[in-house]
């Protein structure tokens, strides 16, 4: 259970300080997911970091030690095809003539 407690006047006086109304039943219904922001923000604040360790700049989901799998390679048609002899047909060209 929470042991912090936000009431309605507190997120009244919120409102306030950052110029945003609220309507009863909007507050209301916020009061109780506050409590648990609150009490997460806490938590990850008291995570200690080293001062050297640098921002997160790059999500890598991947574990420790995983390296991907190498991919095979692509198959390639060995058949060069030629170019169109006129210029008008380069524009009906096949798409293997035109690579």
């Known amino acids: 259970m929470s042991e912090i407690h936000v009431t309605l006047e507190q997120i009244a006086a ?3 300080l950052l110029g945003v109304e609220f309507s009863l039943a909007e507050r209301e ?19 200690s970091l080293p001062a050297e360790l640098g921002p997160a700049t790059k999500f890598d989901p991947r574990l420790p030690g995983f ?11 060995p058949v060069v095809a030629e170019l169109p002899d006129s210029e008008a047909d380069i524009a009906f060209a096949t798409l293997p003539q035109l690579a």
């Open 29 to 47: 219904l916020m009061r109780d997911n506050l409590a648990p922001q609150i009490e997460q923000a806490l938590r990850r604040r008291a995570v």
């Open 14 to 16: 919120a409102e306030a």
């Open 67 to 77: 390296t991907m799998p190498t991919p095979e390679p692509w198959p390639c048609s």
